[in-house]
């Protein structure tokens, strides 16, 4: 069906009322070549994204602290098949260092994220939460290190991390599995996000756009799942092939569909933490700022030691391989002034949650 701009425009308004759109109206907003309406339906997002958050914009300080994996994920760069990947794991004190260093440079989130790496057991990730947690009280600790079992979730939480990131990738049984060996499976995504939430944990999911095979519908089939599952952060960014990868020649995902996507989460969902992401700024040297002006309101620098950054490779191109953590911060803070916006030192909790990361009953 195609729609005038007045069509798309009025799409926009009855998003931002909270209203709940057919799959057929999700998917004409997604597939709109009116620049118009991508005009408008940022601005949207940008008076949404106010009223909840004002002009704050929210650091995660990132340590990528290991990229062995065992897992095959099609699309990912430190897979475990790729024997080309330079393999490292950040010691015990190398991560507390690290996190230290990003207390100092005033980031009161810490995200550490990695591989599904085996020699990660509960009691190592466990002790290092503890040790950063007692060192400084007054962050969140994210976890972003993939698909556990319940019980080692819960030890975790218990050892005092707050929120988890796990990326759905597609809400598609099919898609899934496409983009997935089989010995990954859709179900186990799904109950991992679902067992996080039950803890208590703030959780992250969120898709790539442009996957290989990825079409409109899967799409909406995300925004759907993301209506229902109610996640307090949505994580997305553009594919980008990997040479190392069998998507190596794939075409990579779209900027504009991305901030497009960034929007329409921003309507649907006003009180999520919505974060630019790398692989977006990788795509367009200003597409942070424009995910920033899209909706989103979270800026994830990147806190690993020089010497490893150029091995945390998920995909070709990546930026910031050589910058100090303290060149980054510095930089994303003039960044982000020049959209307008700025950067806060604080958690950066859910609206949902109070100070302490506590869940209201
Ligand atoms: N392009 C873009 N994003 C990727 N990710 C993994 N590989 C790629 C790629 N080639 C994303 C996945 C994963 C997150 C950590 O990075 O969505 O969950
Ligand atoms: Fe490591 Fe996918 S290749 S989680």
Do not use: W
Not at 176 to 186: F, N
Not at 187 to 213: F, K, N
Request: glycine share 8%.
């Amino acid at each position: 069906m195609s729609r005038s701009t007045e069509d798309y425009l009025k799409l926009a308004d009855r998003l931002a009322d909270g209203e709940n759109l057919t799959d057929e109206e999700l998917a004409g907003i997604l597939l709109s070549e009116d620049p118009e309406f991508d005009a408008y339906l940022s601005q949207e997002a940008r008076r949404v994204r106010e009223r909840v958050y004002g002009k704050d914009v929210y650091l995660r300080g990132l340590i990528e602290y290991t990229n062995y994996c065992r897992n095959n994920c099609r699309y990912c760069g430190i897979r475990a098949g790729n024997r080309n990947a330079q393999r490292y794991r950040l010691t015990e004190e190398e991560i507390i260092a690290c996190s230290d260093a990003g207390y100092e440079l005033g980031f009161r989130t810490i995200v550490l994220q990695g591989g599904e790496d085996p020699h990660d057991t509960d009691e190592r990730m466990s002790r290092i939460i503890r040790r950063i947690k007692e060192r400084h009280p007054d962050i969140a600790l994210t976890l972003s290190i993939g698909e556990r079992n319940k019980d080692s979730y819960q030890r975790m939480f218990d050892a005092g991390a707050d929120r988890y990131l796990l990326r759905h990738e597609t809400a598609s049984p099919e898609h899934y599995s496409l983009l997935h060996p089989a010995a990954m499976s859709y179900e186990h995504r799904m109950q991992c996000l679902r067992d996080l939430h039950e803890i208590g944990y703030q959780v992250g999911c969120g898709m790539m756009v442009g996957s290989p095979g990825q079409k409109t519908e899967h799409l909406v089939q995300d925004l759907r799942f993301l209506q229902s599952f109610r996640p307090e952060m949505v994580g997305i960014g553009p594919f980008i092939p990997h040479h190392d990868t069998e998507y190596a020649h794939c075409q990579p995902g779209s900027v504009r569909l991305t901030l497009r996507l960034l929007s329409v989460i921003r309507l649907m969902l006003p009180e999520v933490l919505l974060p630019a992401t790398t692989a977006l700024g990788t795509m367009d040297p200003k597409g942070r700022e424009k995910g920033l002006l899209a909706g989103a309101n979270v800026i994830m620098p990147n806190l690993s030691p020089t010497s490893v950054r150029g091995k945390y490779l998920l995909y070709d191109n990546k930026i910031c391989t050589g910058d100090e953590a303290a060149e980054c911060i510095r930089c994303m803070t003039a960044r982000v002034s020049g959209t307008g916006y700025q950067v806060v030192q604080s958690r950066g909790d859910h609206v949902r949650y109070d100070a302490d990361g506590e869940s209201p009953a």
